[in-house]
């Protein structure tokens, strides 16, 4: 019989933040020309920050509104998404 493996450990993914907060909103991972890089209707602010530290060295998160719109945002001290406005 075989021994029996250790499963494998997650990297660890601080992010400097105590806790990322979710608020019941769907976030996008996007790349860095505002792009979903992810496919799908949005996932929870949480699994949208593993997503982007896995998926993309230049990702970022935003916010899926109502009709369907990107709002482009980042993770605040408090772990919280905070929307950001492009500069013009």
Known sequence: MAPKKKPAKMANRNLGVEAV???G???AVVA???RPVYPGRGVALNEAVRLGTSLVAAAGIAR???DGTLTPGRIGQAGSFEAVTPAA
């Open 21 to 23: 907060k979710d608020d």
């Open 64 to 66: 899926i509104e109502d």
């Open 25 to 27: 909103d769907r976030y």
């Open 32 to 34: 860095a020309d505002g």
